[in-house]
T-cell receptor, first 114, second 110 residues
Framework: DAGVTQSPTHLIKTRGQHVTLRCSPI?????VSWYQQVLGQGPQFIFQ???????GRGNFPDRFSARQFPNYSSELNVNALLLGDSALYLC?????????????FGPGTRLTVT | GNSVTQMEGPVTLSEEAFLTINCTYT??????LFWYVQYPGEGLQLLLK?????DKGSNKGFEATYRKETTSFHLEKGSVQVSDSAVYFC?????????FGAGTRLTVKP
């Protein structure tokens, strides 16, 4: 089975620009979450979507938005990019198993803002 | 709010040594607890989990016990191998809030 896929792999943008990152979950997984991972730190939770509805939001500014499509794929949008937005953006799809949501992570999109 | 604190690395051990990576948490509810591992050049993978107090998660020789009284979920392995070299992340999920620790880099030398 295919795992979580993300595109693009790498991206370079200029301050003030907008970026869209894409994620396809594992087949059958209805929940997608987005994380930001800065080098040397753990992933920071941005959003969770389930069945196209936002179910959770981390402490990120309104410049960050996301959506989930009927096929459960998802997009993360970031407006007015700042240098501090440079990071690895991870997508995870999840499934409820043994009373806990197990997350399966994609390889990430490396965003560099110059 | 919810948070996870894990011991800072890096940790360097010899093969067959005993491993402990400490993890403590703060949560407003009754979280599920996880350990994730990131091997060199690979993505994050779930290593083990526990969903309630006194549960023990285990996988690949690693174990962690959900201790509510000490709000801890320490990762242990009796005999590490070179192939265990990776970054280990402790995490909690409380309703729809997911928090990760900063990660602990483990290097195992032959």
């Amino acid at each position: 089975d295919a795992g979580v896929t993300q595109s693009p792999t790498h991206l370079i943008k200029t301050r003030g620009q907008h970026v869209t990152l894409r994620c396809s979950p594992i087949s059958g997984h209805k929940s997608v979450s987005w994380y930001q991972q800065v080098l040397g730190q753990g992933p920071q939770f941005i959003f969770q979507y389930y069945e196209k509805e936002e179910r959770g939001r981390g402490n990120f500014p309104d410049r960050f938005s996301a959506r989930q499509f009927p096929n459960y794929s998802s997009e993360l949008n970031v407006n007015a990019l700042l240098l501090g937005d440079s990071a690895l953006y991870l997508c995870a799809s999840s499934v409820l198993r043994d009373r806990a949501y197990e997350q399966y992570f994609g390889p990430g999109t490396r965003l560099t803002v110059t | 709010g919810n948070s996870v604190t894990q011991m800072e690395g890096p940790v360097t051990l010899s093969e067959e040594a005993f491993l402990t990576i400490n993890c403590t948490y703060t949560a407003t509810g009754y979280p599920s607890l996880f350990w994730y591992v990131q091997y060199p050049g690979e993505g994050l993978q779930l290593l083990l989990k526990a969903t309630k107090a006194d549960d023990k998660g285990s996988n690949k020789g690693f174990e962690a016990t959900y201790r509510k009284e000490t709000t801890s979920f320490h990762l242990e392995k009796g005999s590490v191998q070179v192939s265990d070299s990776a970054v280990y992340f402790c995490a909690l999920r409380d309703n729809n809030d997911m928090r990760f620790g900063a990660g602990t880099r483990l290097t195992v030398k032959p």
